[in-house]
C-alpha cells in the first residue's frame, strides 16, 4: 500500500483547505482499509484528526470536531480531509494512514500499519 497525500499549503486563519489522499493498492481493495488523517508537530506526539472505516463510520477528534470532516471515494481509492475555519494551532503536517480490516475507527497511530509521507498545512495569523 502507498499512500500519497496532497493540498496542502499556506492559508490565514479562517480559511479552508481540503486535503487528498491517494492510496495505490495491491491484492486488495480500497474499500477494505480503515483511513485516517493524524498531524505532528516537530517535537511533539502524532495526534489524531479524524477517521473512516470500511463500515462508513466516521470519529472526528474534539479539537476540531465541528471544523474538519473527512471523507472516502471507495471508486478512486481516495480519502479527502476538508479543513473549514483553520487556526494557527491547526499548523502540522497532516499525514494519512491506512490500517486492515478497519470495522471501526481507530486514534491509535500504531493501529495504522501504512503512513504516507504527509502534507504541510501553514496556518497564519
Known amino acids: 500500500v502507498q499512500l500519497q497525500a496532497s493540498g496542502g499549503g499556506l492559508v490565514e486563519a479562517g480559511g479552508s483547505l481540503r486535503l487528498s489522499c491517494a492510496a495505490s493498492?495491491?491484492?486488495?481493495?480500497?474499500?477494505?482499509?480503515?483511513m485516517a488523517w493524524f498531524r505532528q508537530v516537530p517535537g511533539e506526539e502524532r495526534e489524531f484528526v479524524a477517521g473512516?472505516?470500511?463500515?462508513?463510520?466516521?470519529v472526528i477528534a474534539d479539537s476540531v470536531k465541528g471544523r474538519f470532516t473527512i471523507s472516502r471515494d471507495n471508486a478512486k481509492s481516495t480519502v479527502h480531509l476538508l479543513m473549514s475555519s483553520l487556526k494557527p494551532e491547526d499548523t502540522a503536517v497532516y499525514l494519512c494512514?491506512?490500517?486492515?480490516?478497519?470495522?471501526?475507527?481507530?486514534?491509535?497511530?500504531?493501529?495504522?500499519?501504512?503512513w504516507g509521507r504527509g502534507t504541510q498545512v501553514t496556518v497564519s495569523s
Open positions: 494512514a491506512a490500517r486492515h480490516s478497519g470495522m471501526a475507527v481507530t486514534k491509535i497511530s500504531s493501529d495504522y500499519l501504512y
Open positions: 493498492i495491491t491484492g486488495r481493495t480500497f474499500s477494505n482499509y480503515g
Open positions: 473512516t472505516a470500511l463500515t462508513g463510520n466516521i
